[in-house]
C-alpha cells in the first residue's frame, strides 16, 4: 500500500466531499461520500440538509485523515 498524506488527505476532502477517500484509494467509499453529501444538499430544502451536511464534510475530512494516517504509518 503507498503512503498517503493525511493533510493532502484533509484538504482534498475539505474542497470536494470523499475526495479524499478517493485518494486514499478508498473509490467506493468516496463514491459513497459524494452521493451521499449530494441528498444532503438536496435535503436542504426540507431544512434537514442544513443539519447533515456539515457532519457529512467533517466526518469525510476526519475519515480521510484517519485511513491517510494509517498507511503514512507504515
Same mark, same amino acid.
Given at each position: #500500500? &503507498?503512503?498517503? &498524506? ?7 476532502? $475539505? =474542497? $470536494? ?6 485518494? &486514499? ?7 459513497? =461520500? ?22 457529512? /464534510?467533517? /466526518? ?13 504509518? #507504515?
Amino acid at each position: #500500500m &503507498n503512503q498517503k &498524506n493525511p493533510g493532502l488527505a484533509v484538504v482534498l476532502s $475539505f =474542497f $470536494f466531499v470523499g475526495l479524499g477517500q478517493i485518494y &486514499n484509494g478508498q473509490i467506493g467509499k468516496g463514491i459513497g =461520500f459524494i452521493i451521499a453529501y449530494t441528498v444532503s444538499l438536496l435535503l436542504c430544502f426540507v431544512l434537514v440538509g442544513f443539519i447533515t451536511s456539515p457532519i457529512l /464534510w467533517i /466526518w469525510g475530512m476526519i475519515d480521510a485523515y484517519k485511513v491517510a494516517q494509517k498507511t503514512h504509518g #507504515m
